[in-house]
């Protein structure tokens, strides 16, 4: 189930990324000058949630309570997101408007990054901890983030979003999550992790 999670957070993390793209498009009709701050603010959030989740690592008592609450984030995420994204379409005020376009927007996927930075050190360390001679393919977790990744750009992009719409994809995103987060629940309750 961890690497489930993993793969998931992978799929819902670029999800997260076409969706802002996509929306700051809607919303504002252009995009591509401000393009590079929202992939470059991803990657930054990125950075800051794993360089703070290793330096945490040696410090959390109880890994998979922690891996737990994180996943709850990946959760609430795709639910919160599209109640932003209809204000600020809706929004007819223009400070609103320029608040959105050069502040919330760019946040929106900092904090996604932040989110999945969190994550993956954190399941690097349960995974490695519980799977006997899983050091040995320590780039597992590493290619199901990828591949998660590379499945959720092709799914979101070509049939998601085209077909269901932004607000269905994100309630769809985070109900997988919360699949997977009972799936998580469930694991540890009955000792498989």
Do not use: H
Not at 19 to 37: A, D, P, R
């Amino acid at each position: 189930s961890m690497l489930t999670a993993i793969g998931t957070t992978g799929f819902s993390e670029i999800v997260f990324e076409i969706v802002v793209i996509l929306s700051f498009q809607i919303i504002y009709g252009f995009l591509y000058y401000k393009l590079g701050l929202l992939l470059t603010s991803f990657m930054i959030g990125l950075f800051l949630g794993s360089t703070y989740m290793t330096k945490r690592l040696k410090d959390i008592k109880n890994s998979y309570s922690a891996f737990i609450k994180i996943q709850v984030s990946v959760v609430l995420y795709p639910l919160v997101l599209p109640f932003i994204l209809y204000y600020l379409s809706q929004t007819g005020s223009y400070k609103i408007s320029w608040i959105g376009s050069n502040l919330i927007f760019p946040s929106l996927p900092l904090i996604a990054g932040f989110i999945g930075g969190l994550q993956f050190p954190l399941g690097n360390k349960i995974y490695l901890e519980n799977t006997p001679g899983a050091a040995e393919t320590g780039g597992l977790i590493y290619g199901v983030d990828l591949i998660g990744a590379c499945v959720g750009a092709a799914l979101v992009s070509a049939f998601l979003i085209p077909i269901i719409g932004i607000f269905q994809t994100c309630v769809a995103v985070g109900l997988l999550n919360f699949a997977v987060l009972l799936a998580l629940l469930f694991s540890k309750k009955y000792g498989d992790s």
